[in-house]
């Protein structure tokens, strides 16, 4: 049995957490429980720092189909299944570097 999505975050906000994931299409899994929901071809890296209640996480995906158009965090589940959405992702808009001195 998984664990409230509350508690589940919690125990990352405790430990200060750096997470790291591979994400491969095949690895998608439908409402039923079929792997391979995804792109079969898609590919890509997820990897974030817990720092108290601030998440910095970063995605690279390639290979996808179409263009991504939601990114979240699930909580525990047992293989082949779903469990409920614990975070939700949002981008923030990319800063633009300072230029830098010996330039």
Do not use: W, Y
Not at 52 to 66: D, E, P
């Amino acid at each position: 049995m998984r664990p409230p999505a509350k508690a589940a975050s919690r125990e990352v906000q405790a430990a200060g957490s750096r997470l790291f994931a591979v994400l491969t299409g095949r690895n998608e899994v439908d409402a039923v429980g079929h792997r391979g929901a995804g792109d079969v071809n898609g590919r890509g890296s997820f990897i974030a720092i817990v720092d108290g209640n601030q998440l910095c996480f970063g995605i690279a995906v390639k290979n996808l189909g179409a263009a991504a158009t939601a990114a979240h965090i699930h909580g525990r589940a047992r293989p082949n299944q779903n469990a409920d959405i614990v975070v939700s992702l949002t981008a923030r808009r990319a800063r633009t570097p300072a230029p830098r001195a010996d330039a």
